[in-house]
């Protein structure tokens, strides 16, 4: 468990990864030739080097959010349960975020859904959210997923906190989609829960 000087210092870590890739990314000017830079309309190479870059610090951090909630495999399922003592599925998610870069998410698997970015299956990344209708309703579960079809969850009560694959009998037919939250808006602007 992270206490607060270590989480601010992971969300300072966030903070100057994303500050040097965005730096490390732009192309050097010589004197006079960044005159004028703001009329102009920066190539594709530079936006999508940019984007690479910024993209794998994401995956640096987002690699810490996996590594946390595979700590908490074995941990017992509890409804409502948002501790290593027992976990829901939002639970799990939740503590992993919080304690991993100092945000509280939303509560629920359906209000998390709202939260982020929408991602196809087929562009999947690590500490991405995956989604399942387990009730009869969209957005009933959420697991973090770890890559190569997998993601870790608080299944339902009587079960463990485990790994699943997305094209298991259970969850192939139930997968509602994807969502991808990026650490560093999560830092910035904290989301409104409500």
């Known amino acids: 468990m992270l206490s607060p000087p270590s989480a601010r210092l992971a969300r300072c870590l966030l903070a100057g990864l994303t500050v040097a890739a965005t730096l490390l990314s732009r192309p050097a000017f010589a004197d006079g030739e960044a005159e004028g830079l703001a009329s102009k309309t ?97 957005n009933t579960h959420v697991g973090i997923y770890l890559g190569d079809g997998r993601f870790v969850h608080a299944p339902r009560a009587r079960t463990l906190v485990r790994i699943d694959r997305l094209d298991d009998p259970g969850y192939r037919g139930r997968f509602e989609g994807a969502r991808r939250l990026d650490p560093l808006m999560l830092l910035i602007a904290p989301i409104q829960i409500g």
């Open 42 to 138: 920066l190539s594709p190479k530079v936006v999508s080097e940019e984007a690479l870059v910024a993209a794998s610090g994401q995956a640096v951090v987002m690699q810490g959010v996996v590594e946390r909630a595979l700590a908490y495999i074995g941990a017992p399922y509890r409804f409502g349960g948002s501790s290593p003592q027992g976990f829901d599925c939002s639970g799990l998610v939740n503590y992993v975020f919080r304690e991993t870069l100092g945000v509280t998410l939303p509560r629920t698997s359906r209000q998390l859904a709202t939260v982020g970015i929408r991602v196809a299956r087929e562009e999947l990344r690590a500490g991405d959210l995956v989604f399942f209708n387990t009730r009869g309703a969209p």
